[in-house]
């Protein structure tokens, strides 16, 4: 209702007081409106603020805020509006009053998949602060927050601070290349915990609590192809459990602390059983445990018999999907380089055929044929991705796009040298992107076309073939 609103953005506003009202605000519309020009979010801000300036003051008349935001939402509905564009802008507009201006409240863009943030030298940072130092710690607020959107509120709110705060402390001291170096040091645990929990966010934005339990849990599968389900399991749904507490949460500490925690229970389980795991898990403090963790590339896939497929009456009975999982799981670990994506695929179309079948009149029949199908089109669907992000892990760069080249000269010989090369950078930039232990899962997934039974694979907009 209009009241609590108009409570809950003046609270804020005499709480915080003009000035991190209005930084809050930056940080909080860049976040929703991550495609935003900054001269957009400005004119929207100046409007927010503008609004609690004059109404949230002691003795404001009790209309006056509701009679600001009606106006604010006539506004955003008139034509040329300088607010941000969002295609459901329309749809909000043919609604009066109040509800009016909650659904356009609620409007948001889609989260941005690759960071566009790139940190400027210390020279031109100073020299942008210099200039106009409210102007450079606006832009600098909006660009971040726009690229970090999906890291949780308190994350975004101390990383910022610190930062501006160390570009106002070292472009005024006599020896700024040190400040920096030394400011710098003292940020990092807190940038690598903005960098980390924007990925893991962004992937349970993307994936829900379950697919994302599959999703940790495949990548551990990968990196520890010889510990079994019951090893990792546990940790894949720990995981999830920090994600789902801490992604949208306005505790100050919730995710450093939870996700340190979690960062603990891997390393007691793991660093035992596995070099690169314990290296990571010695001498760092626990943000540069996970973050190492993370980054670990495939090991290589052992030689195991072949992966035991589940019954019928498993896949149909209550524990179903944690059934399908292990499938799953065993198939990561026998083909370590397959990324996420591809295994992304492979999750949506088991639950699918799984939530298909086990509803149908004879479920065994349909089980019966779905796994006839997958057992001719798995197999090579996962041999190419394994191929492909084999050979990019395994060779430097260019030499990656030589294999290809000449990999599909052998598969395509009448191919032009055009489609040839735009083939070979349409699947160098998937492979670049989506090949890493921490690709953005909605672009890659785009990249693959939906898998299920009986439909070709495709990358890149190509076939994988």
């Known amino acids: ?33 991550s495609n935003a020009t900054f001269e957009e979010i400005s004119h929207l801000v100046h409007e927010i603020v503008s609004l609690a300036e004059t109404c949230c003051v002691e003795g404001a008349d009790p ?43 609620a409007l948001r863009h889609p989260p941005q998949q690759l960071p566009r943030y790139l940190q400027p030298s210390n020279e031109e940072l100073c020299q942008a602060f210099k200039k106009d130092p409210k102007d450079f710690a606006d832009r600098f607020l909006h660009e971040y927050a726009s690229s970090y959107g999906q890291a ?28 920096f170096l030394k400011e710098k040091l003292e940020r990092k645990t807190l940038s690598l915990l903005t960098l980390l929990s924007n990925r893991v966010c962004s992937r349970f934005t993307a994936y829900g609590k ?36 801490c992604c949208d949460s306005v505790a100050e500490d919730c995710m450093q602390k939870k996700l340190s925690e979690h960062t603990a229970k891997a390393c ?35 030689k195991l018999p072949e992966a035991q497929k589940p019954t019928n009456e498993q896949l149909c009975g209550e524990e179903g999907a944690r059934h399908a999982k292990r ?7 026998r083909h370590t380089t397959v990324p996420d994506a591809f295994l992304g695929k492979l999750y949506d179309a088991s639950e699918k055929v799984r939530v298909e079948c086990c509803s149908a009149k004879d479920a065994s ?83 693959v076309k939906p898998w299920a039974p009986t439909a070709p694979c495709r990358a890149g907009g190509q076939p994988l073939r």
């Open 1 to 33: 209702g209009k009241a609590y609103v108009r409570d809950k953005v003046c609270q804020e506003f005499q709480a915080l007081g003009k000035e991190d009202f209005r930084t809050l605000t930056i940080i909080a519309n860049s976040r929703k409106f």
């Open 63 to 105: 209309s006056c805020y509701d009679a600001g935001s009606s106006a604010l939402s006539a506004k955003s509905c008139g034509g040329g509006s300088p607010f941000p564009a969002h295609p459901g802008t329309a749809g909000c507009c043919a609604q009066e009053g109040l509800e009016q201006k909650l659904c356009l409240a």
């Open 152 to 179: 949780p509120l308190p994350v975004l709110l101390g990383s910022t601070r610190t930062f501006l705060s160390m570009v106002s402390t070292c472009c005024i001291s006599p020896a700024p290349t040190s400040c």
């Open 210 to 245: 379950e697919k994302v339990t599959f999703s940790y849990l495949a990548s551990l599968a990968q990196k520890m192809p010889g510990a079994s389900f019951e090893d990792l399991f546990p940790l894949a749904e720990d995981a999830a459990e920090v994600f789902s507490q």
């Open 268 to 302: 007691g389980a793991l660093l035992a059983r596995d070099e690169r795991f314990a290296d990571c898990c010695n001498g760092k403090n626990l943000m540069q445990s996970y973050f190492c963790i993370l980054a670990l590339p495939p090991a290589p896939a052992p």
């Open 327 to 333: 499938y799953l799981f065993e198939l990561a670990r």
């Open 365 to 447: 029949a349909c089980l019966d044929s779905k796994r006839q199908q997958m057992g001719q089109e798995l197999p090579p669907f996962l041999e190419k991705a394994n191929q492909l992000c084999g050979q990019y892990t395994k060779l430097n760069f260019l030499d990656f796009k030589k294999r290809l080249r000449e990999s599909l000269m052998q598969t395509m010989p009448k191919a032009s040298p055009e489609l040839l090369g735009q083939l070979v950078e349409q699947r160098a930039d998937f492979a670049s992107t989506c090949c890493t232990p921490n690709s953005p899962p909605l672009y890659c997934a785009s990249k």
